[in-house]
């Protein structure tokens, strides 16, 4: 994991010369504190197993304050204590580091209170806040801080990631279907196959009201739709005969790339992104994954017309 974290740019650009705020956005809110501590050994040179490195990593490094604790929030109480320790000089070296977590969860008044200090810190003092979403940043936040967004891995280095964290896994599926987030992958990996069966049954088109009826938990709602995004791959690969690029052969994947064509998959792969973007704006997952289906038959039933 800690070789994933440290091919993003982030982790290299903290090593040089850097501003004294700067705004990281991570979307695996998982690991975005792990990705601060990486951020933030690369900030004071600190070497593997050397003394800062494992201090760091225990949040007890002195010149290094990581807040708020894991899982909680900023507080106008902790926003005092940053302002009062940013007027000390460093007790160790020559400069200071703030990694303030989970920026995202605090409040616009929390985050006014630090304006000034974001704005004309001390000489020595550096900031790196962590967001899994910009714009929960405040604007006048965000325009006193060199923006740094971590893309998505690629499949490759999650898949290399996995093979390295559950060396006992497969995890080729997990790597394809989860958008390059290490920590929906580990999701996938550790429902397994059934998710991925359920996937294949969706897109089938067989009962779908009935089937629809049972998606009832709306914290399964990306991985499910992550894995049928990551079947249509595979379906659209074996319609055009590339069957070897597939993440995963089944029997099922077979039949669904005789009932989808090529385009039908590669629209279906849209639609599906279409349907995750609704369930972040709360849309019901129930009927969204079912909205989804009847916009899949369709697909399937213009691009058959347009082959035959």
């Not at 958008?179 to 429902?191: D, P």
């Amino acid at each position: 994991m800690i070789q994933l974290l440290r091919s993003a740019r982030v982790y290299r650009d903290m090593g040089g010369d850097v501003p004294h705020t700067t705004l990281v956005t991570f979307s695996d809110e998982k690991y975005l504190r792990a990705l601060l501590k990486e951020c933030a050994k690369a900030f004071f040179h600190a070497e593997d197993g050397s003394r800062e490195s494992v201090l760091i990593d225990k949040e007890q490094f002195s010149d290094c304050i990581i807040l708020p604790e894991a899982g909680g929030k900023l507080t106008a109480d902790m926003c005092a204590r940053i302002i009062d320790e940013s007027a000390l000089l460093p007790m160790e070296g020559g400069k200071k580091l703030f990694v303030l977590d989970a920026f995202h969860t605090a409040p616009a008044l929390v985050q006014n209170k630090l304006l000034k200090v974001l704005e004309e810190p001390p000489e020595r003092v550096y900031f790196l806040l962590g967001t899994v979403n910009e714009h929960a940043v405040l604007p006048t936040v965000r325009s006193r801080a060199q923006k740094e967004f971590v893309p998505p891995f690629s499949e490759e280095a999650v898949g290399k990631a996995l093979s390295r964290m559950y060396p006992d896994r497969d995890g080729k599926a997990a790597a394809a279907a989860c958008g390059g987030v290490l920590s929906t992958a580990e999701a996938l990996l550790s429902e397994g196959e059934e998710i991925f069966l359920r996937a294949e049954e969706f897109l089938s088109g067989e009962h779908a009201e009935e089937f629809c009826r049972t998606l009832t938990d709306k914290r399964e709602a990306d991985l499910f739709f992550s894995s049928v995004k990551m079947i249509l791959r595979d379906v659209m690969f074996c319609a055009e005969g590339l069957g070897k690029y597939a993440a995963r052969r089944s029997e099922g994947i077979e039949a669904l790339a005789k009932l989808y064509t090529a385009g039908a998959a590669n629209r279906g792969i849209a639609l599906v992104g279409e349907a995750q973007q609704e369930i972040v704006f709360n849309a019901n997952f129930a009927q969204c994954a079912l909205n989804l289906a009847i916009q899949l038959k369709k697909e399937r039933e213009k691009w058959q017309r347009l082959s035959s």
